[in-house]
């Protein structure tokens, strides 16, 4: 089996999730969201799928927020072995196994791909049933309304060049949101490219960590500020968190 870091290997697993539209069909697997991790913003509908499940896969950081609402077999992962988790959980849909891919957020905000590696795993119609994305929360928090947004995700593998030059794009004429990733695109690696694309260094940009826990936190600041901390791809080139969102408000 290819190895999942490997988008030479075969087409973008987002490009093979947005495909086609999906079709009615009996005893699908779901792909479900389950809001940004605070237990108060699962569905009704993502709970259910969840809790009457066979078998559940998905990221082990994902799969502990659930754990206690189902007694399904859990398939944990990280990057390293997702694909021997996406194999036994193909091999446990085959054998006719009720199944339920659990993603943080709403899927269609920036969980394509690994719909696109469940759907390419399993014999089966995947449906998706959408979550409350930190997106919305964020959009929320800094009144951003998304009709009048630009949003983008760099929470992926791959090129993200297209992504940043949307940003550069809008910035300015739109509020920006951006799903960073962890750890070489974080808030302040964007905030700097920005800037060196002719931004002003003023503009009002905020970093919201871990919507809706406990511990939430909002940084406000702006681009020139969040700049200085550009560089760096490990946890500790950053104070922020990989459970962040960067809004950048327009005029």
């Given at each position: ?6 988008l030479?290997?075969g087409p ?9 539209p ?7 697997v779901y ?13 009704p509908r ?11 896969v998905g990221?082990e ?12 077999e ?6 390293a072995?997702?694909?021997d988790?996406?194999?036994t ?23 394509y ?14 449906r ?8 919305q ?28 030059q949307?940003?550069?794009d809008?910035?300015g ?19 700097a490219?920005?800037?060196?694309a002719?931004a002003s ?5 905020l970093?919201?960590e ?8 909002v940084t406000?600041s702006?681009?020139d ?8 791809t ?8 990989d459970?962040?969102v ?6």
């Amino acid at each position: 089996m290819s190895d999942p870091h490997d988008l030479e290997a075969g087409p973008d697993p987002a490009t093979v999730a947005a495909s086609a539209p999906e079709v009615p069909a009996e005893n699908p697997v779901y792909a479900v969201g389950i809001g940004p991790g605070n237990p108060e913003y699962l569905t009704p509908r993502g709970e259910r799928a969840i809790r009457e499940a066979d078998v559940v896969v998905g990221f082990e950081t994902v799969v502990d927020f659930v754990r206690e609402k189902t007694d399904a077999e859990l398939l944990s992962c990280g990057y390293a072995d997702e694909a021997d988790a996406l194999e036994t959980f193909a091999r446990r849909v085959g054998d006719g196994a009720d199944g339920t891919a659990v993603l943080m957020g709403d899927p269609n905000h920036s969980g394509y791909q690994f719909v696109g590696k469940v759907q390419a795993a399993v014999d089966r119609t995947v449906r998706v049933v959408p979550g409350i994305s930190s997106l919305q929360v964020a959009a929320s928090r800094a009144r951003t309304p998304m009709e009048e947004t630009t949003f983008v995700t760099l929470h992926k593998s791959g090129d993200v060049a297209p992504d940043l030059q949307r940003l550069r794009d809008s910035v300015g004429d739109r509020h920006l949101l951006v799903l960073p990733r962890p750890y070489d695109w974080m808030p302040g690696d964007v905030a700097a490219d920005l800037v060196d694309a002719g931004a002003s260094p003023s503009r009002d940009a905020l970093v919201l960590e871990r919507l809706t826990h406990d511990d939430e936190e909002v940084t406000r600041s702006t681009l020139d500020e969040l700049g200085t901390y550009a560089g760096g791809t490990k946890p500790e080139d950053t104070p922020f968190s990989d459970l962040s969102v960067l809004a950048v408000r327009a005029d």
